[in-house]
């Protein structure tokens, strides 16, 4: 029997869920939404019992865009070590993101030579809070990591663009967006910026990838949490379903909330 936890973050929004039972026969519960304020870390909460010593259930979270920075980059060869391109990703994301480094801790994922160094920012006291309550709880923090890593990996490996083309994935939480551009199966770009619900935000960053698309002609689709789908109104045929991407009994890690319909 197991039991775990996974959280899912905004910059003003919680939602917790459990999943139990064994590998074969495994239930996935809501445990609640609420709001809380990032810029208050220590207004986060948890709405569970705290864990005896002996159990610690598993921790797993989610941190939304708005609580990130991304960006992809080429490392140089002849780094010696992690620290070394550590200290290189924050340099890089440093100056062309305009970030300070002391609130801010730094991670990358780096693939084959000739794929880019992904790079995350993730808010460093927000980071702090995490493993505060992990520990005030009695749990097994696993993992904490970009939400829309998930919500990109459901839509590369079941969507396939041609070699020459760029695929690109406007993944739109409550309180920021995702733009992701990849070539064959190469991620080229990725940028978050914040939004608060204008309207047009779909339709500048279309035309926005339209015009910068040169020669290769973007397929573009969009991954949109369902309260604010009114934002794409007028691109509905882009929109990801549900039905396409997902096996909902399957996914404790919420990114079915940027997966329309049934």
């Not at 309207?199 to 309260?227: F, M, P, T, W, Y």
Request: glycine letters at 6%; charged letters at 20%.
């Amino acid at each position: 029997m197991s039991n775990s936890y996974h959280l899912y973050l905004t910059s003003s929004q919680a939602f917790l869920r459990t999943r139990s039972g064994m590998p074969w026969s495994r239930t996935i519960a809501q445990l609640g939404e609420w709001r809380w304020d990032a810029s208050a870390p220590a207004s986060l909460q948890l709405p569970i019992a705290k864990s005896p010593a002996r159990r610690r259930p598993q921790l797993h979270v989610y941190a939304g865009s708005g609580l990130c920075k991304f960006m992809t980059l080429a490392l140089p060869s002849g780094l010696r070590d992690h620290d070394e391109r550590t200290a290189l990703v924050q340099a890089q994301m440093q100056r062309q993101l305009g970030i300070n480094g002391s609130d801010w801790e730094f991670t990358f994922d780096t693939g084959p030579a000739e794929v880019n160094t992904i790079a995350c920012a993730l808010r460093r006291p927000v980071l702090e809070r995490i493993h505060e309550l992990s520990t005030e709880y009695g749990l097994r923090l696993m993992s904490v990591k970009p939400f829309v890593a998930g919500v990109w990996n459901a839509f590369r490996n079941r969507h396939a663009s041609p070699p020459e083309a760029e695929s690109v994935l406007i993944a739109i939480e409550d309180d920021a967006y995702t733009v992701l551009v990849a070539r064959s199966t190469t991620l080229k770009a990725m940028s978050t910026l914040s939004h608060r619900g204008e309207h047009g935000l779909v339709e500048r960053e279309v035309k926005r990838l339209g015009l910068s698309a040169g020669a290769n002609a973007h397929d573009i689709r969009l991954a949109i949490s369902q309260s604010v789908t009114s934002l794409a109104k007028d691109r509905a045929t882009m929109i990801l379903q549900k039905r396409d991407y997902l096996q909902l009994a399957l996914y404790p890690d919420f990114r079915d909330l940027l997966f329309t319909g049934d």
